[in-house]
């Protein structure tokens, strides 16, 4: 797997902690990006998708909104 995973997310988003947990139990290294303490990445986050829910994954450029299991998957190619 080739493509570079980035979730945004934030320490209390219960979304946020399975989305993580799904991405741990498929062997998926992603870089956690805590958007509660980091001022830039909320706004990287918002540019990128024009909202303020967490979690938003960023998986090779794919943007996918909230813990959708099935685009996860289909954009991992799991």
Known sequence: MDKSVKVYSTPTCPWCIRTKQFLK???????????????SATEEMIQKTGQMGVPVLDIGGEIIIGFDKEKIKQALGL
Not at 25 to 39: E, K, M, T, W
């Open 25 to 39: 139990d498929n062997n998926i290294i992603f870089q956690d990006v805590d958007v509660s303490s980091n001022h």
